[in-house]
């Protein structure tokens, strides 16, 4: 079974550029999550999709992103303008949680660098 | 405010030493704590679990223990292998929100 994917592995752009990084959960899971960890701090979430719906964006840092899942399926997030503060690594879980657990798979990352 | 915070930094390990990391966390309604471990160009990969209704699991190499009344747990790698030299971060969760809080992440290296 294929894992969580992301693309690209790596995006170098200008500050004021737009980027668009995709997720392909794990086939099957309804729950999508977008993290993101700065060099040298924690991961931190982002938001999270049940299917199609954000459930919640409460880590959204601003305005100039915005996540769609289309169909439930895969997801992008789009960064509009980028800044030198959005550098990081972006990483998407996916979950089908059970009765006991909710194990949140992870993909490789994309890794952003703003310039 | 960082709810989650892992210690030390980093650790360096001879082989067949046993690693240990620390986490501490604040928030009360934290029901899961999972930990991950994530090597060069991968991802988080899930190590071992815990709830807060037991106060150790062991896995093979790996043991979380918890500590509910002082909200700590830790992680024990025993006999350390070089493979298993990796960032290791501890995290918590609470099914009301199902978002994962994690610690900063700890540099394990052990030496052969």
């Known amino acids: 079974e294929a894992g969580v994917t992301q693309f690209p592995s790596h995006s170098v752009i200008e500050k004021g550029q737009t980027v668009t990084l995709r997720c392909d959960p794990i086939?099957?899971?309804?729950?999508l999550y977008w993290y993101r960890r700065v060099m040298g701090k924690e991961i931190k979430f982002l938001l999270h999709?049940?299917?199609?719906?954000?459930?919640?964006e409460s880590g959204m840092p601003n305005n100039r992103f915005l996540a769609e899942r289309t169909g439930g399926t895969y997801s992008t997030l789009k960064v509009q303008p980028a800044e030198l503060e959005d550098s990081g690594v972006y990483f998407c879980?996916?979950?089908?949680?059970?009765?006991?657990?909710?194990?949140?798979?992870f993909g490789p990352g994309t890794r952003l660098t703003v310039l | 405010q960082q709810q989650v915070k892992q210690s030390p930094q980093s650790l360096i390990v001879q082989k067949g030493g046993i690693s240990i990391i620390n986490c501490a966390y604040e928030?009360?309604?934290?029901?899961?704590f999972p930990w991950y471990q994530q090597f060069p160009g991968k991802g988080p990969a899930l190590l071992i679990a815990?709830?807060?209704?037991?106060s150790e699991k062991k896995e093979g190499r790996f043991t979380i223990s918890f500590n509910k009344s002082a909200k700590q747990f830790s992680l024990h790698i025993m006999d350390s292998q070089p493979g298993d030299s990796a960032t290791y971060f501890c995290?918590?969760?609470?099914?009301?929100?199902?978002?994962?809080?994690f610690g900063k992440g700890i540099t394990l290296s052990v030496r052969p």
């Open positions: 879980a996916s979950s089908q949680p059970d009765r006991i657990t909710d194990t949140q798979y």
């Open positions: 928030n009360t309604a934290f029901d899961y």
């Open positions: 995290a918590a969760y609470t099914g009301a929100n199902s978002k994962l809080t």
């Open positions: 086939s099957g899971h309804d729950n």
């Open positions: 999709f049940v299917k199609e719906s954000k459930q919640d």
């Open positions: 815990i709830r807060p209704d037991v």
